[in-house]
């Protein structure tokens, strides 16, 4: 089947498969590989970016079901000139990663998280983080980059 969406402000147009999972197009047809693969089952979310600025799980959903729409991924949070998305920067300021691999999910549901509510709390944070997993951190430092974030882009404002 044919697929077109937006992925980080650029129109692609593909052929896949009707049973490809919006992870595996990202992947391996928008050759982006930031967004990982780590459950399958929504459980970790490693996979999460954005659609339509909402933050989704993109291995349970059908590359099919993103047509017509518009995905970000982490690398599409940087600005033009390359500067870092005020999350990105604040994991980067605060540790809040070890392997690395749960953050590219964290950062885009952290994005999401701060679009809805530019003020959380601590609470509010962890309880935004629920469907995302770090096996490495205890989350302490995940929490202060999203605080540390939702600060900076209040003084940004």
Known sequence: MKVELAVNGTDITADVEDRTLLVHFLRDTANLTATNIGCDTTSCGACTVLLDGESVKSCTMLAAQA??????????????????????????????????????????????????NPSPTEAQVRGGLEGNIC??????????????AAAAQEASR
């Open 67 to 116: 047509d017509g729409h518009s995905v970000t991924t982490l690398e599409g949070l940087a600005g033009q000139s390359g500067e870092l998305h005020p999350v990105q920067q604040a994991f980067h300021e605060q540790h809040g990663l070890q392997c690395g691999y749960c953050t590219p999910g964290m950062v885009m549901a952290l994005v999401s998280l701060l679009k809805e």
């Open 135 to 148: 096996r490495c951190t205890g989350y302490h430092n995940i929490v202060k980059a999203a605080l540390a």
